[in-house]
């Protein structure tokens, strides 16, 4: 009986996977000109904290009494939380340490599409094109010093799809298992996993059909993803009381944050009309939100032409079917179990998945044309991509938050802010040098931070900062939240110390919390 390769011997089967990849990777100039290429523009355009998903990312791994106000479905994303907490712990409480990790899978997910593409076109031009497009791909060029989930999650599911095809080609098992175990690690960052297995399904059931033994390693690698959410129920179970905790929790965020999903985020004359036009509208919008925008490069409109032309030409490889149904799954399929609930794409992240497969997909059409094409091509894809990555950056009004982080530098007293700037702003207190207390609805965070605590202080000579996010506010109170009573009018009328884009400071009077 043959034995599987990777089974025996004094090494562990990861170990040999990571060897066999390494040998099969030839490190030449155009290469490691790419990896420089990358390192240099992420750094270019760093980002750091905007505040935003990733403030609630830094509290969630700072938080020392367990208590966590924000988004429902946060505390799920245990994958995102535990390299953020392990990088704190590592490297010190700094915007830095936040960012360490997207932007080291940014760089190693170079290396997954190099070695996706090398497998498929079994050409290295191909492979080295695909590279320098993502390299250069503004969202992943923005998010890789972002502290956000999905660029993590893509990295994962792509390291997933690179280890299966290495199941195919090498006739191994361990490959396939451990493509499994890539695809439940990204689901422990974000859900998203979920909407490549239509793909993953069907083009089994075709291999199966023509007889192809290559569908038993897709099999083994969704068996193990299986366990994986099985083993996650199990656990949730024993915590929680709720094997289904997951599915839940996704239920409770939508409640929570309900303008952020469907069929809220279509026109509210189209929420008048029947419930199947509305979904058609849905899908219609996130067709556009894929397909139509700049900040993509239209490199996924292009993908799913030339993926259409070769279906049409039957020159279709397994990559332009996984593509077109993932596109499909990602613009019609619900987000949770609750109902059917397409989910809602203007936030262009949350199609990252989608990258990897279109950019294979017109790297390897792009390498077969003449160079009088390709070369002119990449360099005007280069500019663009400069273009629309600096757009990125005045998205996310990274220069007055820049400003902000420098002006939080300079404070020292007690600050006081909605729980989500305030998370934030604790990665910057490095020094210690600011009390931070959190405002929420009409609870506290601890006794600790009790903004009751602060009547009747003896202040001396601390300065009290209050901090206004003017959209945080806006967004919690659309959330549910009501911001403390004492700042009404007192607060907001008194002369402005700072404003710097949307944060407003201001110098808070002791004398409001003497009792």
């Known amino acids: 009986m043959k034995r599987d390769h990777l089974s025996y011997g004094s090494e562990t089967g990861l170990i040999r996977i990571v060897k066999n990849v390494l040998r099969k990777t030839s490190f030449d100039s155009n290469l490691i000109f ?5 390192f240099v523009l992420r750094l270019y355009f760093y980002s750091g904290m905007v ?20 988004y429902p479905v946060i505390p799920l994303r245990i994958g995102q939380y535990f390299f953020t907490s392990a990088a704190i712990s590592i490297f010190g409480k700094s915007e830095v340490s ?7 899978f940014s760089l190693l997910s170079l290396f ?6 090398l ?4 050409k290295k031009f191909p492979a080295i094109i695909a ?51 890539a695809f439940f690690i990204a689901l422990l960052f974000k859900s998203v996993v979920f909407f490549i297995l239509p793909a993953l399904i069907i083009i089994t059931v075709f291999l199966w059909h023509k007889k192809n033994n290559s569908y038993r390693y897709i099999v083994i690698s969704l068996i193990v993803l299986l366990g994986g959410v099985l083993t996650e129920g199990l656990f949730y179970l024993f915590i929680k009381g709720d094997f289904f905790h997951r599915f839940t929790v996704l239920a409770a965020n939508y409640e929570f944050a309900w303008y952020n999903f469907f069929p809220f985020t279509i026109p509210e004359e189209i929420q008048k009309s029947s419930p199947v036009i509305q979904v058609l509208y849905q899908i219609s919008l996130n067709l556009k939100y894929i397909l139509l925008r700049r900040f993509f490069l239209f490199i996924p409109l292009i993908s799913l032409i030339i993926a259409l032309l070769m279906i049409y030409w039957r020159k279709a490889k397994s990559v332009h079917f996984y593509y077109i149904i993932l596109l499909l799954s990602l613009a019609a399929l619900p987000t949770g179990l609750q109902s059917y609930n397409p989910l809602d794409l203007r936030f262009s992240w949350y199609s990252y998945v989608l990258f990897v497969p279109a950019i294979i997909i017109s790297a390897s059409f792009l390498a077969e044309q003449k160079n009088i094409f390709i070369y002119p091509i990449l360099i005007l894809v280069f500019i663009v991509s400069l273009f629309m990555a600096q757009s990125y950056n005045n998205y996310f009004d990274v220069g007055n938050k820049a400003e902000f982080k420098k002006y939080l530098e300079k404070l020292e007293g007690i600050v006081i802010s909605d729980h989500h700037t305030a998370y934030g702003i604790q990665i910057f207190n490095r020094a210690e040098k600011l009390k931070i207390v959190f405002l929420t609805q009409n609870e506290v965070l601890d006794d600790k931070n009790s903004f009751e605590n602060l009547r009747g202080m003896d202040f001396a000579d601390k300065k009290i900062y209050f901090i206004k996010s003017l959209p945080k506010i806006r967004e919690l109170r659309r959330q549910g939240f009501s911001i403390n009573p004492l700042f009404p009018g007192r607060i907001t009328e008194s002369p402005i110390l700072a404003q710097i884009g949307e944060f407003e400071i201001y110098i808070v009077n002791p004398d409001l919390f003497k009792k």
């Open 34 to 38: 790419i990896f420089s290429l990358a």
């Open 51 to 70: 505040f935003s998903d990733d403030a609630y990312y830094a509290g969630y791994a700072l938080s020392e009494s367990g208590i966590f106000f924000g």
């Open 98 to 104: 936040t960012i360490i990790f997207p932007f080291l």
């Open 112 to 117: 997954v599409i190099y070695q996706i593409t």
């Open 119 to 122: 497998i498929l076109s079994k």
């Open 131 to 181: 590279a320098f497009i993502l390299a250069i791909f503004p969202i992943d060029v923005i998010f890789a010093t972002i502290n956000f989930v999905d660029l993590q999650s893509a990295f994962f599911i792509g390291l997933g799809l690179l280890l299966l095809l290495l199941a195919v080609t090498n006739g191994s098992n361990f490959y396939a298992f451990f493509s499994g175990l």
